[in-house]
C-alpha cells in the first residue's frame, strides 16, 4: 500500500485483525460505570446476509461506537433466531439437513459481520437451536406451565394442508399460506397457548412508560384492543350450552333478532356436524379464510352467511333467535360470536336485509320522529331514548347501558366487562425443526412436565422431515416413547415444537449472561444491563416479536427473576434499503443487491457509510451506485490528506490532533468548520439518529480542507483529525487509520470529541443570494447581522445586480444567517 494510495481491503484487513486479536468490543459484567445495551433484532440465518441486514447493523454499530465513545460501558452481542420452517423447507427440498443448512447459514453471517468490522461481543454469540441455549427455552415454558400460564386445548386453527402446519393468522395471506402459497384451511387441533391475554391490560398501559416511535405504539394499542362493555350470555337450548357475547352496546338487547358466530369460532363446526348444512359450514368456513380481515370487515361488502340450524335464547326477551356462521363476524373481537342487532348496527342491518330476518328499533330519536327505514340508527346520543325495551324505555343509551348490564348481573346471565383484541398465543407447532416442548403424556398420570434436571429435551435428528397431517416427530418413535417422570411408567413426548416466536422472545436476557450453564441468567446480570438501552430491527415486527417480548418480560418480573417491566426502553425502526428500480427486494424482481462485490469493488466503510447516508435511516430509499461511489471518494479523500499530513510531519505527532491555539485567517476557519462538524454530528445520534446529515457535515469538514490547502498544518491536523474522528462510528476502518496517521492513537478509545463553544459562533458568514430561488452569488455577512442589513448587502452583490436590471422586485425573503431570496417578475 503506497503512502498516499486509499485501498480500503488492506486497511479493513488490518483493523478487524486487532479487534478480532484483542477482542476489543467485548465487555464483563462488573458492574460498574453507565452502561449502555445495543440491540439490533437477531437474524433469521438463512442463505447469505443481505444489504438490509447491512443496514440495521451499520445503525446499531454507530449507536454502540458513539455510546463507547461518551462514556458508556456498551453491550452489543449477536445471536441467531436458527429454528424454524424454512430450514426445515429446504431441507424436504435440497436433502440438506436443516442443521447443516442453519449452521452454514451462521457461518456466512459470522463472516459478513466481521468483514464489516461491526463491533461485535462474540463471547456472548448464540444461536436458538443450540441446546444449550433452547434448554432455557423449555425451562421458560416450564415455568409458565406452573403458574398456569401454559396450556392445551382445542382450537379452531388455520391448516396448511402443504407445509402440514398451523398458522398463525399473521401467516395468512389472502386466504393463502404466505411461505407456499397453498390455501388454507380451518381444522379444531388440540394445542398449545401462552396465556397472554392475562397481561394485556398491562401490555397496554405501560407502552406509555416506553420511549418508542408514535405509530408502533399505536399499532400495538390497536392489536391489543381494548373495548369496554358487557358479556352477555345466550343460551343454545337444543345443547345446553351458554354462548358468551361481549357488546359495547348492552342498551341495544331488546333488538337482537339473531346470532352470528366467525368463522374461526370453535363451535361452527361442532355445531353444523351432523346436520344437512354441514359440508355447506365447512365449505364457506374455509372459503372466509381466503378473505382478510379488513375484507370481511369492510361495511360495502355483500353480507354472506350460512343457517347453523340451531338457536339461542335472547335473554332479555326469552325469544329463540337463528344462530348463523358468516365471515364479517371475526374472532379477533369479543367472543367470536355476536348479538345481531339491524336497526342499530350497519352490517347487522345489511345481513337481515340479505336473509330476511326481523329488523326491531329499540333506540329512537327523543322527538319521536322515526328514522329512515333503509338505514340502521346508529347512535349513543343523548337526545335518543330506549324503545321497545320494556322497563327500560324512555332511557337514554348511556342509562339503559347501566341499568341493563346491573339487570343482568342480578339475573346472573351478564356482567360488566372489558373485552382485548388480543388473543393467547398459540406456539404449536406440528414440524421438526423447533424446540421441543417439554411434556410427556402418560395414560395414568395425563399431561406430565419434564423435570428440570432432565432438560433439554434434545431434538433427534431424523431422515425425513416431510410432515403428513403430524409433526415428524411422531414418526421417531425410539424417542417419542418414554417414561413417565411422575410413576415411571410408560409415556410419549409432546411432538409438536413451539412457535420461533418464542426463541426470540428471551434472547436479549441471556445474552446478558450467555455463558451461565446452571440458569438461564443470573439475576444480577439482568440489574446490570436490562432494559435494553436501544433495540434497532424492521418495522414489520412492530407488533407480535415486540408484544411477546414484553410479555416474557412481565412474566419474568412477577416471578421475581428480573427488575424490570419493559424489556426495550428505546427503539428505532428502520427502514428497508429498494432496489435500484425504487421496488422492494426480491429474487423474482432480480433487483437484490448483495453486500460482497460491492464491499470488494468499494470497501466495507464506502458500503456501511454510504447506506447510512441514502436518507432518513427510519425511511425507504432506493440504491444508488453513482451515490455509492460518492462515499468512497468522501473516505479516499479524507484518507489522502491524513496520509499527506502525516507524511509532511515526518509520522504522527502527539499534539496532532490537539486544537491550535490563538488561530487565525484560514486556519481559524477550519478549525471553526471542524467544531462545527463536531456539534453537528453530534446532534445526529439523538431522537431520528440522522446520519446522512451527520455524514454530510463530515463531507463540509473535508472539502473545506480542499479548499484551504494552505492553511496552517497545525490546524489542518486538528481538521482532519477531528473528520475521522466524527466518521469513526460510520465507517471505522478508515476513521481509525487516518487517526492513527496523525496521532498514534486507537481512535475508539479517544473521548468523543466536544465543541469548543467560542468556535461555533462565527464573525461572520456566507450569505446566499437567489433571485427567484436560484443561486446568483455569495457574499461575506457580519454574524447577527439584521434583516435590513442582510438584504442591503444582498441587493449590492454583484452577481445578483445582474439579474435583477429590467425586472420589478415582488418582494425580498430573508432567512437571517443564511439566504436573501430576491422575488422579481
Not at 465513545?69 to 452481542?77: D, E, Q, S
Not at 394442508?161 to 393463502?176: F, H, I, K, S, Y
Not at 398501559?205 to 400495538?220: A, F, S
Request: proline letters at 7%; aromatic letters at 10%.
Amino acid at each position: 500500500m503506497s503512502e498516499h494510495h486509499y485501498d480500503p481491503r488492506a486497511i479493513e484487513a488490518k483493523w478487524q485483525a486487532v479487534w478480532a486479536a484483542e477482542r476489543t468490543w467485548e465487555v464483563t459484567n462488573d458492574p460498574g460505570g453507565d452502561k449502555a445495551y445495543v440491540v439490533e433484532m437477531l437474524p433469521y440465518p438463512s442463505g447469505e446476509p443481505h444489504i438490509g441486514h447491512m443496514k440495521n447493523y451499520a445503525i446499531g454499530d454507530a449507536i454502540a461506537h458513539h455510546k463507547r465513545r461518551t462514556g458508556h460501558r456498551v453491550l452489543h452481542p449477536m445471536g441467531y433466531d436458527s429454528f424454524g420452517l424454512p430450514a426445515e423447507n429446504n431441507a424436504i427440498k435440497t436433502g440438506v439437513h436443516p442443521r447443516i443448512a442453519t449452521e452454514r447459514s451462521i457461518d456466512s453471517f459470522r463472516r459478513a459481520f466481521r468483514s464489516w468490522g461491526v463491533s461485535i461481543d462474540w463471547s456472548r454469540e448464540l444461536a436458538s437451536h443450540e441446546p444449550a441455549y433452547y434448554r432455557w427455552t423449555q425451562w421458560i415454558f416450564l415455568k409458565l406451565y406452573e403458574r398456569g400460564l401454559a396450556n392445551r386445548r382445542e382450537s379452531a386453527v388455520n391448516w396448511c394442508p402443504n407445509d402440514q402446519t398451523v398458522l398463525a393468522n399473521e401467516q395468512v395471506v389472502d386466504g393463502r399460506c404466505e411461505r407456499c402459497g397453498a390455501e388454507v384451511e380451518l381444522r379444531q387441533l388440540e394445542q398449545w397457548f401462552l396465556r397472554i391475554t392475562d397481561y394485556a391490560q398491562r401490555l397496554l398501559d405501560d407502552l406509555d412508560t416506553i420511549d418508542w416511535p408514535e405509530h408502533v405504539k399505536t399499532m400495538q394499542r390497536n392489536w391489543i384492543g381494548r373495548s369496554a362493555g358487557a358479556e352477555v350470555h345466550f343460551r343454545c337450548q337444543a345443547l345446553g350450552i351458554d354462548y358468551p357475547v361481549f357488546t359495547t352496546r348492552p342498551d341495544t338487547l331488546f333488538g337482537a333478532t339473531f346470532f352470528v358466530m366467525a368463522p374461526e369460532h370453535p363451535d361452527v363446526l361442532r355445531l353444523a356436524a351432523g346436520t344437512p348444512a354441514e359440508a355447506q359450514v365447512r365449505d364457506y368456513v374455509n372459503h372466509a379464510l381466503t378473505e382478510s380481515a379488513q375484507e370481511r370487515g369492510d361495511q360495502e361488502k355483500t353480507k354472506t352467511g350460512v343457517f347453523l340450524g340451531r338457536t339461542v335464547t335472547n335473554p332479555v326477551t326469552g325469544e329463540e333467535i337463528p344462530m348463523y356462521v358468516a365471515d364479517y363476524v371475526l374472532m379477533e373481537y369479543g367472543t367470536g360470536a355476536i348479538m345481531a342487532v339491524p336497526a342499530h348496527d350497519e352490517r347487522d342491518f345489511a345481513f337481515a336485509r340479505a336473509y330476511g330476518l326481523p329488523i326491531r328499533q329499540v333506540v329512537a330519536p327523543a322527538d319521536g320522529s322515526k328514522p329512515p327505514a333503509d338505514q340502521a340508527y346508529v347512535t349513543k346520543a343523548d337526545d335518543a331514548r330506549l324503545v321497545n325495551s320494556g322497563d327500560f324505555d324512555g332511557l337514554t343509551p348511556r342509562e339503559g347501558f347501566e341499568r341493563i348490564v346491573a339487570w343482568l348481573e342480578r339475573e346472573g346471565i351478564g356482567r360488566a366487562a372489558v373485552s382485548f383484541r388480543l388473543r393467547d398465543w398459540l406456539i404449536s407447532r406440528q414440524r421438526y425443526w423447533g424446540c421441543p416442548i417439554p411434556i410427556v403424556y402418560c395414560e395414568d398420570c395425563g399431561i406430565v412436565a419434564v423435570p428440570e434436571d432432565q432438560l433439554p429435551v434434545e431434538l433427534p435428528e431424523i431422515e425425513d422431515y416431510q410432515p403428513r397431517g403430524r409433526s415428524p416427530l411422531a414418526a421417531a418413535e425410539q424417542w417419542v416413547n418414554t417414561t413417565c417422570p411422575a410413576c415411571g411408567g410408560p409415556a410419549r413426548r409432546e411432538t409438536d415444537t413451539m412457535d420461533t416466536f418464542v426463541d426470540s422472545s428471551w434472547y436479549f436476557l441471556r445474552y446478558c449472561d450467555a455463558r451461565n450453564d446452571k440458569a438461564a441468567w443470573d439475576p444480577a446480570a439482568l440489574r446490570q444491563w436490562m432494559s435494553v438501552d436501544q433495540y434497532i430491527g424492521g418495522v414489520e415486527h412492530a407488533i407480535l416479536h415486540l408484544l411477546y417480548a414484553r410479555f416474557f418480560v412481565k412474566v419474568f418480573a412477577d416471578m421475581g427473576l428480573l427488575d424490570v417491566q419493559e424489556p426495550f426502553q428505546s427503539l428505532f425502526t428502520q427502514g428497508m434499503i429498494l432496489g435500484p428500480d425504487g421496488q422492494k427486494m426480491s429474487k423474482s424482481r432480480g433487483n437484490v443487491i448483495p453486500p460482497t462485490p460491492l464491499i470488494e469493488r468499494h470497501g466495507a466503510d464506502a458500503v456501511r457509510a454510504y447506506i447510512l447516508n441514502m436518507g432518513p435511516p427510519d425511511q425507504d430509499a432506493a440504491w444508488n451506485d453513482s451515490a455509492l461511489q460518492g462515499t468512497h471518494r468522501l473516505l479516499m479523500r479524507l484518507y489522502t490528506l491524513g496520509s499527506q499530513l502525516a507524511a509532511d510531519a515526518g509520522g504522527p505527532l502527539a499534539t496532532g490532533v490537539a486544537q491550535p491555539a490563538a488561530p487565525s485567517g484560514d486556519a481559524l476557519t477550519l478549525v471553526r468548520k471542524a467544531n462545527w462538524a463536531i456539534e453537528r454530528v453530534s446532534s445526529e445520534f439523538h431522537g431520528r439518529f440522522g446520519f446522512h446529515n451527520a455524514i454530510a457535515a463530515v463531507t463540509e469538514l473535508v472539502n473545506e480542507l480542499y479548499r484551504l490547502p494552505d492553511a496552517d498544518p497545525a490546524a489542518r491536523r486538528f481538521a482532519v483529525a477531528t473528520a475521522a474522528s466524527l466518521i469513526f462510528p460510520f465507517a471505522p476502518h478508515t476513521g481509525a487509520e487516518v487517526y492513527e496517521l496523525l496521532s498514534g492513537q486507537r481512535v475508539w478509545e479517544q473521548p468523543w470529541p466536544t465543541a469548543d463553544p467560542e468556535m461555533l459562533t462565527a464573525e461572520t458568514f456566507e450569505l446566499v443570494c437567489q433571485v427567484n430561488g436560484r443561486l446568483r452569488d455569495r457574499v461575506t455577512a457580519p454574524s447577527g447581522a439584521q434583516r435590513e442589513q442582510l438584504e442591503q448587502l444582498a441587493l449590492r452583490a454583484p452577481g445578483l445586480r445582474a439579474h435583477l436590471d429590467g425586472h420589478e422586485i415582488v418582494k425580498v425573503v430573508v432567512v437571517p444567517g443564511k439566504l436573501v431570496n430576491v422575488v422579481v417578475r
